[in-house]
């Protein structure tokens, strides 16, 4: 359950007699709403192993897309952060798309993604990736309309498969969060402790500034980013959500390293009253304000975000916790509905 199904739960409430299509579908991971769907799954559903190690499929993802029937219906929805945009509609119905990113591991991050394979896949990805390319330039001429989560989608998109979309942000559900009247010393970082979202990087600055931070994730980076960490870093796998809702009201700052589509966390952390130091590129764009809600670092290295952590220490006085909640109030459920709705011509 993270923001592509959060964007789902929020679709099948706009549509609630939806039928669901999808690769692996494992219930006991899904909430109440996307339980309750019809839920129909691609051949893949049924390979070895495929609940467990779904994207090792990738390459039979494009046929198994296209074998699904959606003959009959009127309009159809896909969520596109791989190939699921592929899948073959009747002439007359609408197709809509809502691209969370064009395939990073395709396109923009497909060097990065390389870098930190294993040997097999570094051998595999050249070859297999070009035909990925071909196809999933291809495919995107079946879409009638597009969605992007963010400016940063929007231009990828633009720039990929030469077609325009319209800026719809993610549901982000703001009214959960709350402000708190105690604030502590410690600035938090919260996500996967994986490669592009740099956790490395707090760590590191951190580790030289002699600040509190409180790193809330688990990742295949977890043992190393313990063990080169100071003292002042703590370390914490999982959160249930009314403490990460404290852990949001109550720090100084979250700390937001990655280069991401859009961004869910930075929104949570404002609509909690509390300011982000970010780096500034990406989906935070379109949610901070520079010097308002938030400060913006120019570079993902130790140098530029620790300059960060001093203009954001000299700022925060002249922070305002309700500039930040007034910010993330533009993303929440109702604004995403109506844009959908409109998309879509209901």
């Known amino acids: 359950m993270r923001g592509g199904e959060r964007v789902l739960e929020r679709l099948l409430r706009l549509y609630p007699d939806a039928d669901l299509f999808t690769h692996v579908y494992d219930p006991s ?38 074998g699904l029937d959606l003959r009959g219906y009127d309009l159809v929805i896909s969520s596109e952060a ?21 395939m990073r591991y395709l396109w923009d991050q497909y060097h990065t993604y390389r870098e930190h394979a294993g040997m097999l896949n570094r051998l595999a990805m050249p070859w297999l990736c070009h035909r990925l390319r071909q196809w999933d330039i291809g495919s995107s001429a079946r879409v009638d309309r597009f ?41 938090l970082w919260v996500g996967q402790l994986v490669p592009y979202k740099r956790p490395d990087l707090a760590v590191e600055a951190f580790s030289k500034a002699g600040l509190p931070l409180l790193m809330v994730g688990d990742g295949p980076m977890a043992k190393r980013l313990r063990a080169s960490a100071g003292p002042n870093v703590r370390f914490i796998d999982r959160m249930d959500f009314a403490a990460l809702r404290r852990a949001y009201a109550r720090a100084r700052a979250l700390v937001f390293t990655a280069e991401e589509d859009f961004g ?9 009253g509390r300011p982000v130091l970010a780096f500034g590129r990406g989906g935070v764009l379109d949610s901070i304000v520079p010097d308002q809600t938030g400060i913006l670092f120019d570079q993902q290295d130790t140098p530029s975000l620790l300059d960060g952590i001093a203009r954001l220490e000299a ?32």
């Open 29 to 66: 991971k899904m909430s109440a709403d996307i339980r309750n769907a019809r839920v129909t799954t691609s051949f893949i559903d049924r390979l070895p192993m495929s609940r467990r190690f779904y994207q090792y499929y990738l390459p039979l993802m494009p046929m198994a897309l296209e």
């Open 82 to 102: 791989g190939p699921a945009k592929g899948v073959i509609t009747d002439p007359s119905s609408l197709h809509v798309c809502y691209c969370h990113s064009p």
């Open 147 to 187: 969605a992007a989560n963010s400016t940063f989608v929007h231009d990828r998109i633009r720039k990929v498969w030469r077609r325009e979309a319209e800026v719809i942000h993610p549901p982000v559900e703001t009214s959960l969060f709350t402000p708190s009247v105690e604030i502590d010393d410690y600035y």
């Open 264 to 272: 869910i966390v930075p929104v949570e952390a404002m609509a909690s």
């Open 315 to 346: 700022w925060l006085p002249d922070f305002d916790p309700r500039r930040a909640i007034a910010r993330a109030s533009l993303f929440a459920p109702e604004h995403f509905d109506a844009k959908i709705l409109a998309l879509t011509g209901e």
